[in-house]
């Protein structure tokens, strides 16, 4: 067992922390979110990362399934494996969930009274600024299905947050 966990220290470590990353996320989403308002579609180099995860995923299991001698390692290493890229891609190819208090997009929920600013990036990107500064200050989400509707949704309830008002259901 010693030599399993030895082995499989790199992948331990990154599946451990990515399920600490989004247990966080999904803690402070029940606890914050309120009802669900609206939801938008959005075609994103996230979604389509998590479906190339998930096209790599079937790979390697067709490949585990297909090795004759399977150790223990092996099947300790696969099960790490399939769990991490079921965990990505899941959160990955969901849409945009919008909530009272706060937006779910790629596994983080996202506070409206944490948002600084919302800005069209580009020709079909946008850029939500975050008033925390570090590796999570900007978001950037491209692709969006009546990106206009959501940039002035975004907005809209980040000026009730800021007020500390609820804003009604859409």
């Keep these: 067992m010693r030599d399993i966990l030895i082995s ?3 992948m331990i470590a990154v599946v451990l922390g990515y399920t600490i990353f989004v247990g966080n996320h999904f803690l402070r989403f029940k606890k914050l979110a309120g009802n669900k308002v609206g939801e938008y579609k959005h075609k994103s180099t996230v979604k389509t990362m998590g479906y190339v995860m998930l096209a790599i995923g079937a790979f390697y299991v067709v490949m585990f399934i297909l090795q004759e001698k399977k150790t ?3 099947i300790f290493t696969f ?3 399939v769990y991490f890229v079921t965990l990505v891609s899941f959160i990955s190819i969901k849409n945009i969930l919008m909530y009272e208090n706060g937006l779910i997009y790629s596994g983080k929920f996202l506070l409206y009274q944490d948002m600084e600013s919302i800005d ?4 079909k990107g ?3 600024k975050m008033q925390k500064k570090g590796l999570s200050d900007t978001v950037y989400i491209n692709k969006i ?3 206009k509707a959501f940039i002035a949704d975004v907005k809209k309830r ?4 800021k007020k500390g ?3 009604a259901k859409k």
């Design 8 to 10: 499989n220290i790199f």
């Design 72 to 74: 223990p390692t092996m």
């Design 79 to 81: 099960a790490l494996f």
């Design 120 to 123: 069209k990036l580009t020709k």
């Design 126 to 128: 946008i850029n939500i």
């Design 145 to 147: 299905e009546d990106e």
């Design 158 to 161: 980040m000026k009730f947050a």
């Design 165 to 167: 008002k609820k804003l």
